[in-house]
């Protein structure tokens, strides 16, 4: 059996993980986030079987949006996203999604319920195969056992 494809996108200002806000958002940087999760993938292959991770990171809504679009034509079987800002923003993010039919799982780093009230509704929430918030970067890895799981 080949292995399944998925894709963790990462939105704006993620790239500043491990400088921005550290009493929010912890001190590991983006890469080291992304080779955990590689290691995460491998050390579980007997569980969740043989997975393949892909990463990107944009600030830019347009780029997110051609990427979720080409998820099937790249033969994703799930994704995992990290929307940052653009989950309470972008009804593109929200379409592209829709278009595809890929499944994903939305992951949030911070409790977004206990911060600002514009950050109390998503866009992509609704149409999500699961939605992780507040639980630190362990989110991604319950994301990606959630899309995994046989």
Do not use: W
Not at 43 to 48: A, H, Q, R, Y
Not at 61 to 68: K, Y
């Amino acid at each position: 059996m080949s292995a399944r494809r998925l894709l963790v996108i990462n939105g704006p200002n993620l790239n500043m993980l491990g400088q921005r806000e550290p009493d929010v958002y912890g001190t590991q940087t983006l890469d080291e986030i992304n080779e955990g999760l590689k290691a995460f993938v491998k050390k579980n292959e007997s569980e969740l079987g043989a997975a393949e991770l892909q990463f990107v990171q944009s600030n830019i809504e347009g780029e997110l949006v051609t990427i979720i679009q080409n998820t099937k034509k790249n033969n994703f079987s799930g994704v995992v996203i990290n929307p940052g800002a653009f989950g309470h923003t972008s009804i593109a993010i929200r379409d592209a999604f829709l278009s595809v039919g890929v499944p994903f799982v939305e992951v949030h780093i911070s409790n977004t319920f206990s911060r600002e009230e514009f950050r109390h509704k998503s866009y992509l929430s609704d149409i999500a195969h699961g939605v992780i918030i507040g639980l630190g970067t362990q989110g991604y890895e319950l994301a990606i056992r959630a899309l995994l799981k046989p």
